[in-house]
């Protein structure tokens, strides 16, 4: 917002105390400004998009690791039990 109250300060001195017909420059100026205030904020969309997206990737990856270790104890947890059926049935 100090953004705005700048602004509505600075066009309201401009067009009452500095220019007689302020509408053909103001309506270039805040055209003018406009054009990089979007570029601007498209930048800084891109540059939350790309750490986003770095974000995900590395997430994805410790959910892969982690989906590979569950798994991998999983079928050892598996394996021990299926023995030690074997067993208790074989001294049974």
């Not at 917002?1 to 001195?13: C, G, K, L, T």
């Not at 939350?48 to 270790?69: G, M, N, R, S, V």
Request: proline share 3%; glycine share 2%; no cysteine.
């Amino acid at each position: 917002m100090p953004f705005v109250y700048v602004h509505i300060v600075v066009f309201a001195v401009w067009m009452l105390f500095i220019e007689k017909s302020p509408w053909p420059t103001l309506t270039l100026v805040v055209s003018l400004e406009a054009i990089f205030l979007s570029t601007f904020v498209m930048i800084g969309q891109n540059r939350a998009a790309a750490f986003q997206q770095a974000k995900a990737d590395h997430d994805f990856q410790e959910q892969e690791l982690e989906l590979k270790t569950n798994t991998q104890l999983t079928r050892e947890i598996h394996q021990l039990t299926t023995e030690l059926h074997r067993r208790v049935i074989e001294d049974a």
